[in-house]
């Protein structure tokens, strides 16, 4: 598969990110947490043969320096919006409409490269990848010339089919579990996750038995 794709990951401040899966770690670790699941997306979108170029918004300089370190490019989150807006500038503007662009999201710490590859190589048009529940979503692409038009946010699969992108239907489980809760994160340990997100868990003592994504 040619590298064609340039991949978006939009990623909060550390101290802001995942209130919904406070309690998961030691308070002390969340932003840890957080962390390692970011890096582990990050080390798998890199690894496949789709991703020519991953840019990270951010203006965490702590997500920053560790995503610049396994490969991806640094983009300041000039809009300092929402989540949308992070992802329409990294596309649109920073990208550029003349190329292919797929914005995710940034906790997949199951993700397999293989799946992110399969799900790219089977976007036609503007598409999107529906999280685990079916209401969410967890990857948006667009086609050169076409704007991304992104809508995530509560109810963004059925926002993101309304808006005319097609939904991929392939069975990639790692790409389509996100984690916003803790039992989120025991469904990804039982996918297996990447080696970030297991050392960490590992580190603090807990009993778990994930096996590194590849």
């Given at each position: 598969m040619v590298r064609d794709w340039?991949?978006?990951?939009?990623?909060k401040r550390l101290s802001a990110a995942k209130t919904r899966l406070r309690g998961a770690v030691p308070a002390a670790r969340h932003a840890d947490l957080a962390l390692a699941m970011v890096r582990d997306t990050v080390s798998a979108v890199l690894a496949g043969s789709a991703v020519a170029e991953l840019l990270v918004v951010t203006d965490d300089?702590?997500?920053?320096?560790?995503?610049?370190?396994?490969?991806?490019?640094v983009v300041p989150d000039r809009p300092g919006a929402d989540l949308n807006?992070?992802?329409?500038?990294?596309?649109?503007?920073?990208?550029?409409?003349?190329?292919?662009?797929?914005?995710?999201?940034?906790?997949?710490?199951?993700?397999?490269?293989?799946?992110?590859?399969a799900a790219l190589g089977a976007a036609t048009g503007r598409s999107f990848v529906a999280d685990a529940a079916g209401t969410g979503t967890v990857l948006l692409a667009a086609p050169p010339g076409e704007p991304l038009d992104p809508r995530f946010g509560l109810g963004s699969a059925v926002a993101h089919a309304?808006?005319?992108a097609t939904p991929l239907t392939g069975d990639w489980p790692g790409l389509r579990q996100d984690v916003d809760t803790p039992a989120d994160l025991a469904l990804v340990l039982a996918l297996g996750a990447g080696r970030h997100t297991c050392a960490l868990l590992r580190d603090l003592g807990l009993a778990v038995s994930c096996v590194p994504a590849a």
């Open positions: 340039t991949a978006i990951i939009p990623v300089p702590v997500v920053a320096a560790a995503v610049t370190v396994l490969g991806a490019t807006a992070a992802m329409r500038f990294g596309a649109d503007e920073v990208a550029g409409l003349g190329r292919f662009r797929a914005v995710l999201a940034g906790d997949l710490p199951a993700l397999r490269p293989e799946q992110l590859d309304t808006s005319g």
